[in-house]
Each structure stands twice: as structure tokens, then as C-alpha cells.
């Protein structure tokens, strides 16, 4: 669909994040419930809600010279998402993705799968 972005553009390496980066990226995780899809996505109102309720897996990537964790996110049952990278398409609300900056701790570009 229209809103389905599968991986953040400008990627020139991976990294792996250390269990303490992790960490302090999981304690500000509820923080992803202010930020707004910029207006792509028209599920609720381009926001997430009950951020704690979603599968996660995460990918540390280099953009621009920058380490940053990738987040995607989802609800509901998929048996595999512990071994293999899930992509749901048009998703709504239960799939989202965003950017995690731990030289800044901020999240940004959130991204909704779907248009509702």
C-alpha cells in the first residue's frame, strides 16, 4: 500500500547495539507516543498508543556516518518474529517503525504500515 516503507534510506553499514544501548533505548520507548507519522498515515491521527503492547526487533544501522537502531514494530501472533525480519504490509495501526538515536536518545521518523 501506500504507506508500506519496508527500510530507512541512506543505509551504509550495520552495526550490532550492545545490551546497555538497548536498554536505555527500551526505557524511553514510550517517548515514540509523541511523535507523529508526518501526516502520512490517517490511523490514529498518524500516532502510536500503548507502545509497550508491541512486538519489537531491532537493527542497528549507519546513516550519514551515524549509529542508529531501527525499530520495527508489531501486534498480534507471528510465530517466526524471533528468528526471522517480519514485514506486514498495510498493517494500520498494529505495525510501525521508527529511528532510535542513542548518541541523542530521540526517536524520529516514525512510519505507520497502512492507511486505515
Excluded: C, H
Excluded at 498508543?49 to 551515524?66: H, P, T, W
Excluded at 528468528?83 to 530521540?106: F, M
Aim: charged share 25%; glycine share 12%; proline share 3%.
Amino acid at each position: 500500500g501506500v504507506g508500506s516503507r519496508t527500510s530507512p534510506s541512506g543505509v551504509s553499514d550495520i552495526w550490532i547495539p550492545s545490551d546497555i544501548e538497548i536498554l536505555k533505548m527500551e526505557a524511553r520507548l514510550s517517548e515514540v507516543e509523541r511523535l507523529r507519522d508526518g501526516g502520512r498515515s490517517k490511523v490514529n491521527g498518524g500516532r502510536i498508543y500503548n507502545v509497550d503492547s508491541y512486538f519489537m526487533q531491532y537493527a542497528g544501522i549507519i546513516v550519514n556516518g551515524r549509529k542508529l537502531i531501527y525499530i520495527s514494530a508489531f501486534q498480534g501472533t507471528v510465530d517466526t518474529w524471533r528468528t526471522r525480519a517480519v514485514d506486514i504490509n498495510d498493517g494500520g495501526a498494529s505495525v510501525w517503525k521508527a529511528i532510535y538515536d542513542p548518541g541523542t536518545r530521540e526517536f524520529s521518523d516514525l512510519s505507520l504500515n497502512g492507511e486505515g
